[in-house]
């Protein structure tokens, strides 16, 4: 299990160099890229090739993995129209992923919207399944987060379950409310099997049960990322650098 950094909120105001210098500096093997939210590390789709290539270069120089490039392609509207524009622009993202060097890409579902539940699961099921062709022989695989209406893991797994193709798995994303319907110990290890990335938040906050998802991953054999997504901070190195410990601290007790 190995921790990275999703720039989100804490790596936000960090260009490409400063992100590989404080992960390198704080023992962090992986950056979990977050696009389209106007960030300075510069993995974008608008990026030329190129430029790609730099990336995945100065990435692979400094020994830190591109282990993952987040975008906001979500599945959930009953307009078929959109859900092609959303499913096109996800394998934009999946030739992004490859082109720097990075072996997951995270989408959504994401919303039921008051619309029936079984109609947008099986929605978001074919979207990924289109998704999962394109990426095939790319070495990528797409993740489904946890994230939405689909922080549940029963719609989760019936739509990744639908998608039926091994380029698409699942990302949880240590959601608190997953708490109201029963013990992580009911829902993780139904989706164990499909998982190839994880997003966490506030280790320290009590508020989910992360001592105990960290046994199921390693009883697992999960050996894939956990990238730390937590909130925005005036002294964003500090802040990463005591997750980090904290991290290693918790995980090495199991």
Same mark, same amino acid.
């Given at each position: !299990? ?11 105001? #960090? ?6 210098? $404080?992960?390198?500096?704080?023992? &962090?093997?992986? &950056? ?14 608008? *990026?030329?090739? =190129? ?11 400094? %020994?830190? *993995?591109?282990?993952? $490039? /987040? ?25 992004? =992923?490859?082109? $720097?060097?990075?072996?997951? $890409? ?6 039921? %919207?008051?619309?029936?539940? /079984? ?5 978001? %099921? ?19 987060? !946890? +994230? ?7 719609? !989760? ?21 997953? @708490? ?19 997003? #966490? +938040? ?12 960290? %046994? ?29 410990? @904290?991290?290693?601290? !918790?995980?090495?007790?199991?």
């Amino acid at each position: !299990m190995k921790l990275s950094l999703l720039t989100y909120l804490l790596g936000k105001d #960090m260009d490409l160099e400063k992100l590989l210098e $404080v992960t390198t500096a704080n023992g &962090i093997p992986g &950056i979990e890229f977050r696009a389209e939210l106007g960030h300075k590390h510069g993995v974008e789709l608008e *990026a030329s090739p =190129a430029e790609r290539a730099a990336i995945r270069k100065r990435c692979e120089d400094a %020994g830190i *993995a591109a282990c993952s $490039v /987040a975008n906001s392609c979500r599945f959930e509207s009953l307009d078929a129209a959109e859900r092609q524009a959303q499913v096109d622009r996800a394998k934009r993202y999946v030739d992004l =992923a490859a082109d $720097v060097g990075s072996p997951h $890409v995270r989408v959504f579902g994401n919303s039921f %919207g008051g619309n029936d539940e /079984a109609t947008v699961v099986a929605n978001v %099921g074919a979207c990924l399944r289109q998704i999962g062709e394109h990426a095939e022989g790319t070495g990528v695989v797409v993740g489904l987060e !946890m +994230h939405g209406d689909f922080y549940r893991w029963e719609p !989760m797994l019936e739509a990744v379950k639908l998608a039926d193709h091994p380029s698409i798995g699942i990302v949880p994303n240590c959601d608190p409310r997953e @708490l109201k319907h029963g013990p992580i110990t009911d829902g993780i290890p139904q989706v164990l099997p499909y998982v190839h990335h994880v997003h #966490m +938040h506030d280790l320290e906050s009590g508020k989910y049960p992360y001592k105990q998802f960290f %046994g199921l991953l390693k009883a697992a054999g999960y050996e894939g990322y956990l990238s730390l997504e937590c909130g925005a901070s005036a002294d964003p190195e500090r802040v990463i650098a005591l997750y980090a410990a @904290l991290y290693r601290e !918790m995980v090495a007790s199991l």
